[in-house]
């Protein structure tokens, strides 16, 4: 997924840096955090920053591995989540050349941004629409949120590839159904590990997730009046 230096023309580059900076300058100014969400935020950062390093190849040096920006997104929000994701690509970038500086933006714009408001997008659509409580429809909506996130990242890497001069070879016709096929593989993957963990939290520790602006929307916490009964509705 991480996109190498000397793959995408300024055209591209430029344009997407220029994205991921209003990105950043709105996140900076709207991220919240409760001190439950500080250590949990660094602890999933830690998780996909290592999970991000378990990938295979696809198209030229172009990778495909777990995301993680749905995890994050949805359970701190996505300015979080896209603080997050970038604390691990700018990492990745410097430590092991993994991705590159000069399409630093374009990677961030394709895995910070898109594949963490997306899901947060699509689950506050969904949860408006059908009010899950806690069960199969619910974690069919995480799945499903996480699914689109990572395909629709992936998708727009292929364009960006396929749209960049300096890969002709490539083109959309090859560089786009690549990345949706693959991903469209780790996508049930990615939704698969994002249900489990938001699962785990909602068993174990509901409190955290009912700070969260995406799953704090749930009609499970605006229905309790307190933590213990949150509590007890999650282990039910």
């Not at 591209?12 to 250590?39: C, M, N």
């Not at 394709?110 to 069960?135: A, E």
């Amino acid at each position: 997924m991480h996109i190498p230096d000397g793959l995408i023309s300024p055209m591209i580059a430029i344009p997407a840096f220029i994205i991921t900076i209003a990105f950043w300058a709105i996140s900076f100014k709207k991220i919240k955090l409760t001190e439950q969400q500080v250590p949990l935020m660094g602890l999933l950062t830690a998780f996909f920053f290592a999970a991000m390093m378990m990938n295979f190849p696809l198209i030229g040096p172009t990778t495909a591995h777990l995301l993680g920006g749905a995890v994050i997104g949805l359970i701190l929000g996505p300015f979080a989540g896209l603080i997050s994701m970038s604390i691990i690509l700018v990492m990745q970038a410097f430590l092991f050349g993994d991705g590159g500086l000069i399409v630093l933006g374009t990677n961030v714009l394709n895995i910070g941004i898109i594949s963490v408001f997306i899901p947060c997008i699509i689950f506050i659509v969904l949860n408006k629409l059908f009010k899950p409580k806690i069960g199969p429809p619910l974690y069919a909506i995480i799945f499903i949120s996480a699914f689109f996130g990572d395909l629709l990242a992936a998708i727009a890497a292929g364009i960006e590839v396929g749209l960049s001069p300096l890969s002709p070879w490539y083109g959309l016709r090859i560089a786009v159904p690549a990345m949706a096929i693959n991903h469209s593989i780790i996508g049930v993957a990615e939704g698969i590990v994002t249900v489990i963990l938001i699962m785990t939290l909602l068993k174990l520790r509901p409190d955290v997730l009912e700070k969260s602006p995406i799953l704090g929307k749930l009609s499970i916490f605006k229905n309790k009046p307190n933590n213990e009964e949150t509590h007890n509705a999650a282990q039910e």
